[in-house]
T-cell receptor, first 114, second 114 residues
């Protein structure tokens, strides 16, 4: 069965510092991996996705993530945090195209301090 | 243009009542989903429909009944509401013929049962 583990339910960084949000997955088939962001009282917005093409994936708002099969990881990074990055971030895994559901991690709340 | 829309955005009701949440997508997608986000922000799939046909039903109480009048709409009807049904419900859609299961989410409906 597929699963996602996000290490750290809360991450706090200073503005301008590196953002690193950790995600490890479990899947019996080559996975499709996603990072979504949820701002307060809003829906989920796709940041980026991995679909077996390039292992380093660039997304919106300066975020990127690297797929590492040997570590079963898909960590999200951003070189320099901005106040507007404060939000809840969700990593998700899917078995791929078709009708498959997304399995979400528990989420990581990112706080950015001035 | 709104891609995935839900109504209402907020719903406050008493235990035992019956209520519906509506979802519409104008993306031309064939597949639609309902997810539940609990008070701890955990997201879990409830249902999925493809071209009006139910394809995923995740051990959800039968008080919850999805209905898809056409592939652009997926409504969620809940009978005999209970306190534990309080959550944010998200509708999503995707195109199954794509190379991944990238899902687009609506803004959510916050249901409060008193």
């Amino acid at each position: 069965a597929q699963s996602v583990t996000q290490l750290g339910s809360h991450v706090s960084v200073s503005e301008g510092a590196l953002v690193l949000l950790r995600c490890n997955y479990s899947s019996s088939v080559p996975p499709y991996l996603f990072w979504y962001v949820q701002y307060p009282n809003q829906g989920l917005q796709l940041l980026l996705k991995y679909t077996s093409a390039a292992t380093l994936v660039k997304g919106i708002n300066g975020f990127e993530a690297e797929f590492k099969k040997s570590e079963t990881s898909f960590h999200l990074t951003k070189p320099s945090a901005h106040m507007s990055d404060a939000a809840e971030y969700f990593c998700a895994v899917s078995e791929g195209g078709g009708y498959n559901k997304l399995i979400f991690g528990a989420g990581t709340r990112l706080a950015v301090h001035p | 243009d709104t891609a995935v829309s839900q109504t209402p955005k907020y719903l406050v009701t008493q235990m035992g009542n019956d209520k519906s949440i509506k979802c519409e997508q104008n993306l031309g997608h064939d597949t639609m989903y309902w997810y539940k986000q609990d008070s701890k922000k955990f997201l879990k799939i409830m249902f999925s429909y493809n071209n009006k046909e139910l394809i995923i039903n995740e051990t959800v109480p039968n008080r919850f009944s999805p209905k898809s009048p056409d592939k652009a709409h997926l409504n969620l009807h809940i009978n005999s509401l209970e306190l534990g049904d309080s959550a944010v419900y998200f509708c999503a859609s995707s195109h199954p013929r794509g190379d991944s299961n990238e899902q687009y989410f609506g803004p959510g409906t916050r249901l409060t049962v008193t």
